[in-house]
C-alpha cells in the first residue's frame, strides 16, 4: 500500500483543491466562447441572406426594361406614363433596398445586445466581430468606440452597408449609440440615412463644446461619381436622439481632416477639373461652438 509522507499529501490536496476550482472556470468559458460563436454564425447567416435582396433589386422587371429601351433616346417623347413608370419602379426600388438595410442594422443591434457585456465593452472586439458577422457587405472603415454622454457610457459604432448600386441611395451609412437597458446594451440614437449613397466614411469623434454630448464629423465620397464628390456633416448627440450642427459641405477633392483642441481642420487638394484648370488647395481651420461650426481661417 502506497503511503505519502505530510509534504507530498498536502501537495496532492492543493492541487485537487486548484483542479476543483478552475474547471468550472475553464468549463464557462468554454460555453461563453460556444455561446459567441453561434450568435457570430446566426447573425451572419441572417445577414448574408437579407443582402442578397440587393442583388435581386437590381435586377429589371420586364416592365422596367420596356421603360428604358423607350426612354433610351428621348423620354419626354415616349408614350404617356412611360417616364412616370420609370420613376415610379426606381422610387420603389430604393425603398425596398431600404427596407433591406434597416433589416441588416435591426441584426446588428440584436447582435450587439446579445454578445457584448455592458460592464466590460472591448470597442475593438466589437469591431472585429461587426467585420466578421458583416463580411463582404461592409465596405469599411468600420468604426467602433466608447464613450461617456450624459454621465452614462455609450457605445459608438459606425459602418457602411453595400447596397450593391452606385450613387444616391447606393450605400447605407449608418452612426449608431447604445446604451444599458434592461442589463445590455440597447439602440439609443442613429444618424440615419443622411449620408447614404457614400463610401470610404470616415467617423471621427471631435471635441465637444457642450458638456456632456457626443460630437462627431462623418466624411465621405458618392459612389459613381465623375470624380471625388466629397461631402461632411457634424452631429451632435445628448443622451436622446442625434442632431446636425453642421453641412453638408459638398465639393469636389480629396480631403484629410485633423481633430484640434477647439474643433477641426480640413486640409487637401481641390478637384481640377477635365479642362486642367486648377484650384487651390484647401486649408481650413474651424471651430466648434455650442451654436454650432465656424470656420476661422482661412
Known sequence: MLRLNDTTWRTLCSVLALLITVSPLAAFAQTTNRR??????????????????????????????????ACRHNCQAAAPGVREGAEMSEVDRKK??????????????AYIARTVRP?????????????????ENEIGPLSAFVTTVSGKPSLVVAYTLDKRRMGPGGTSVTVRVYAVAQGSLRLAADTGDDMDGYANVELVQL????????????????????????????????????REVWGPYDTWGTFAVQVTATGFSVDGDYYTAASGESRPARHDLYLLAEDGVHRVSP
Open 119 to 135: 460592464d466590460h465593452v472591448d470597442p475593438a472586439a466589437v469591431g472585429r466581430s461587426l467585420k466578421r458577422v458583416l463580411g
Open 207 to 242: 471635441h465637444s463644446p457642450i458638456p456632456g454630448e457626443l460630437w462627431v464629423l462623418l466624411s465621405g465620397y458618392m459612389t459613381g461619381a465623375n470624380g471625388p464628390n466629397n461631402e461632411m456633416r457634424v452631429y451632435a448627440y445628448g443622451g436622446t436622439g442625434f
Open 36 to 69: 459567441e460563436g453561434q450568435a457570430d454564425a446566426e447573425t451572419a447567416g441572417r445577414v448574408a441572406s437579407l443582402a442578397k435582396r440587393f442583388d435581386e433589386l437590381k435586377d429589371l422587371t420586364e416592365s422596367e426594361r420596356g421603360w428604358m429601351e
Open 96 to 109: 425596398a433596398m431600404s427596407a433591406v438595410a434597416s433589416q441588416i442594422h435591426r441584426e446588428i443591434d
